[in-house]
């Protein structure tokens, strides 16, 4: 019987994530260990499989998340937050394509075709999407350019700029670990989430079209499996940058996140309104008079 595929990766110095092919996935601390006795102290080398590098890329994700996950955010949705989540969507979507063609160009100079062909094509797939996030301000009756040039949520920035800064390097592998990040989280989301967003837009608006396009009912998950191919397909090298690279995108979106999460109603009001000079034109009418602003929870 062939022997099954053992992937490992160093996360934080002291933790290490280890998948099988057959789907077993555990954390491993050295604790004592002599490196001379340590099986996973030196980087793995032998080739990858999908059922290995998938725990890998999720063990990864979770990992990061867990980090904040006592003290993380969970406040009820309200249209104010969403209306701030369209605005970050807008962001970390609207450089995404330029992003990936200065990646792969970087490697169509290392003479990388396979990962110029995955960036590539993942840059026309994704062209066109914060167009989406546009049309979904317009239809709440938000003056949409307007506030997208003014405004930038504080949580959103980090992962933007992580974005830039991965494509520019002169190894841009890592950027497929960021893109794996935000694409697995968006594919977690159902249509259950769609539908309590739907219930707090006023009747006959549709503001979900980025939403639905980045979950579970888009490409999302078709997108996620392709990349997880693709990762499986890479040098051992590849793998292990394209890993932790996930791991810390998943540090940054969730710090991130829960940063927007923890602001009061009031206060994302208040950054809007700054942003387009007027109130909210639908927004600020859809609130019961009997709620409190300053209390009531963010998306």
Not at 56 to 83: C, M
């Amino acid at each position: 019987m062939a022997q099954l595929v053992t992937e490992w990766v160093n996360l934080t110095g002291d933790i290490s994530i280890i998948a099988r092919e057959s789907g077993e996935v555990w954390f491993h601390t050295p604790s004592g260990t002599k490196n001379d006795l340590d099986p996973f102290a030196t980087p793995m080398t032998g080739a990858g499989s999908p059922g290995s590098t998938i725990g890998l890329l999720d063990g990864a994700l979770n990992l990061g998340f867990a980090e904040i996950e006592k003290r993380l955010a969970r406040p009820d949705p309200t249209l104010t937050g969403y209306v701030v989540a369209l605005v970050g969507a807008y962001h970390t979507s609207v450089d995404t394509p330029r992003n990936l063609r200065r990646a792969a160009s970087r490697f169509k100079e290392l003479g990388r075709h396979d990962v110029v062909a995955y960036l590539e094509e993942r840059a026309r797939e994704e062209t066109g999407h914060d167009r989406l996030a546009l049309k979904d301000l317009r239809a709440l009756g938000v003056p949409a350019e307007r506030l997208v040039a003014n405004f930038i949520p504080e949580g959103i920035e980090p992962l933007c700029k992580r974005f830039d800064d991965l494509c520019a390097e002169d190894y841009p592998i890592g950027s497929i670990g960021y893109s794996y990040c935000l694409e697995r989280i968006a594919a977690l989301k159902q249509k259950t989430d769609i539908e309590k967003v739907e219930a707090l837009c006023p009747d006959g608006v549709d503001a979900t079209r980025f939403l639905r396009s980045h979950s579970s009912l888009g490409s999302e998950a078709s997108h996620v499996e392709e990349t997880i191919a693709f990762v499986a397909s890479l040098q051992a090298n590849d793998r292990i940058r394209v890993v932790q690279e996930t791991y810390r995108s998943a540090l940054i979106m969730a710090e991130g996140y829960n940063r927007e999460l923890l602001k009061s109603e009031a206060e994302m009001l208040e950054e809007l309104q700054h942003a387009i000079g007027e109130a909210l034109p639908i927004v600020g009418s859809c609130f019961s008079k009997a709620e409190d602003p300053g209390t009531r929870p963010a998306l």
